[in-house]
């Protein structure tokens, strides 16, 4: 199974309000990762938070990180239409060589 | 110029040809990956490379072979397509470590027909 879960599979808000994906995963990490992916297109990294990190700011993105529930948020304040897209968080073990996917949050944003 | 880019873009093919998908980055980067993505979206790896070397093969039938000539380069070369081969393949490329993001190229939407 995937080790990360994204809640909700799928979000629809108006332009400006913010929306909220959660990650929640099973194993321990290194650092957990928010990817984004417009429809046809490859996923564009857009933050990394490591383990012993709390929170992390980039612009409108705002991502927590809580080890103890094994849980991550991806806050996008002031949403755009450009937002529109589907968000995948990803896990990295320094044993395991690679970073495993979650099953996505598609965003849809309306005008 | 692309970071990673991967060709073709496109594959229809019919079932039981083989084929080649290629991979190249500028990035400098030791690691690149092959993922492949299915119609829910979901991503599963299938190899990493470092360096040339294969370090991950994660149970990808054995008529996927990967290639990398070099550390800029990964190709991907499916033997004997199958229907459940249709994806879309994603190359990826990291530096060598755990803490650094993937840069992913634009996908290789494969359909089997």
């Known amino acids: 199974s995937q080790q990360g879960e994204e809640d909700p599979q799928a979000l629809s808000i108006q332009e400006g309000e913010n929306a909220t994906m959660n990650c929640s995963y099973k194993?321990?990490?290194?650092?957990l990762q928010w990817y984004r992916q417009n429809s046809g297109r490859g996923l564009v990294h857009l933050i990394l938070?490591?383990?012993?990190?709390r929170e992390k700011h980039s612009g409108r993105l705002r991502v927590t990180l809580d080890t103890s529930k094994k849980s991550s948020s991806l806050l996008i304040t002031a949403s755009r239409a450009a937002d529109t897209a589907s968000y995948f968080c990803?896990?990295?073990?320094?044993?395991?060589?690679?970073?495993?996917f979650g099953d996505g949050t598609t965003l849809t944003v309306k005008p | 110029d692309t970071a990673v880019s991967q060709t073709p873009k496109y594959l229809v093919t019919q079932m039981g040809n083989d084929k080649s998908i290629k991979c190249e980055q500028n990035?400098?980067?030791?690691?690149m990956y092959w993922y492949k993505q299915d119609s829910k979206k979901f991503l599963k790896i299938m190899f990493s490379?470092?360096?040339?070397?294969?370090?991950i093969n994660e149970t990808v039938p054995n008529r996927f072979s990967p290639k990398s000539p070099d550390k800029a380069h990964l190709n991907l070369h499916i033997n004997s397509l199958e229907l459940g081969d249709s994806a879309v393949y994603f190359c990826?490329?990291?530096?060598?470590?755990?803490?650094?993001?993937?840069?992913f190229g634009s996908g290789t939407r494969l359909t089997v027909v």
């Open positions: 990826a490329s990291s530096p060598t470590g755990s803490n650094y993001g993937y840069t």
């Open positions: 194993t321990s990490i290194n650092n």
């Open positions: 938070i490591r383990s012993n990190e």
């Open positions: 990803a896990t990295a073990n320094t044993n395991a060589g690679k970073s495993t």
């Open positions: 990035l400098g980067h030791d690691t």
């Open positions: 490379y470092n360096n040339k070397e294969l370090i």
